[in-house]
């Protein structure tokens, strides 16, 4: 294990992680056909990012596991419980090693669903988003000059607080709070790419040394070197950052609400609770020559 503090971030090249992520309901009185989605294994390729190795486990017997893939490429685990008396308890563990210096690079056909440019539900541009969206296009050139103005003025525009914003917060809703969490930042930023015209998605992941998941924005562009294919360059709002090699990426989607890490139904008038735990350790790296 090695500590982050020493790390020449700037000068490493190469970086391995282990994740491991626990996720425990626990409820009042029986429950039945537990359906529940996973979204807390990274793609096998993901950029600079690779999956080295990955499992899902389950604290008790009967239960069965399907493993799929979503329209944006994100892992899925899909598990299914038929019964289950008071807890049941998942758990990921993950490898991921990553590379400095090699661009996110997406194949033709990357604009083709539209989700990178069109409003989500929780992305949705109002009069004030509108208004600052026309500001910064006009102060910035179109690209990332113009993406790198908008992570700024989504970094100074808000406060980061908990408790005061909640999944379903849209982007519209948490600037005119002035404050939220990561997602929100997240959200904003998008609401005010996609007014700009500047494809973006939302991205769930980890950072090193934050205790709960994290969430930033992908500004993608195309490549114009004939090839049609796009690259998708990180920006981080709530730290008013570009990403580095300390940021772990699970999934992609439009908005927070395609890749929420835990969701699921089951058949009871229960109220169930959630408990979770992350541990991101940083295992190995090298330095450029």
Excluded at 77 to 84: D, G, I, L, Q, S
Aim: aromatic share 8%; proline share 5%; hydrophobic share 35%.
């Amino acid at each position: 294990m090695i500590d982050p503090a020493s790390v020449d971030w700037a000068s490493a090249r190469r970086v391995s992680y282990s994740l491991r992520q626990t996720f425990r309901y626990e409820y009042p009185q029986p429950v039945r056909d537990l359906s529940h989605r996973l979204v807390v294994i990274p793609p096998e390729r993901f950029g600079d990012q690779m999956r080295l190795k990955h499992q899902v486990s389950v604290d008790r017997d009967g239960v069965e596991f399907e493993n799929g893939r979503d329209r944006f490429g994100n892992m899925i685990v899909n598990v299914f419980a038929p019964r289950v008396s008071e807890e049941i308890e998942f758990v990921a563990e993950v490898t991921v090693e990553r590379h400095a210096g090699e661009p996110n690079r997406l194949p033709d056909g990357w604009l083709s669903e539209g989700y990178l440019l069109e409003p989500s539900p929780l992305t949705s541009a109002d009069e004030r988003i509108q208004r600052a969206a026309q500001e910064l296009a006009e102060s910035a050139q179109w690209g990332l000059p113009l993406a790198d103005t908008i992570n700024d003025w989504v970094y100074q525009s808000m406060t980061y607080q908990h408790g005061v914003t909640g999944v379903r917060t849209t982007a519209a809703e948490a600037l005119a709070l002035g404050s939220g969490v990561c997602q929100d930042y997240a959200h904003v930023m998008l609401a005010v790419c996609r007014a700009c015209r500047l494809p973006s998605r939302y991205v769930s992941g980890h950072l090193l040394g934050q205790g709960g998941t994290h969430a930033w924005v992908e500004v993608v562009l195309p490549t114009n070197d004939g090839t049609g294919e796009a690259i998708a360059s990180t920006f981080d709002p709530t730290h008013a950052s570009r990403g580095g090699l300390g940021y772990v990426t699970i999934a992609v989607g439009g908005d927070y609400s395609d890749v929420a890490p835990t969701s699921g139904t089951y058949l009871s008038s229960a109220q169930g609770r959630l408990l979770t735990s992350k541990r991101v350790t940083l295992t190995d790296l090298d330095y450029g020559g």
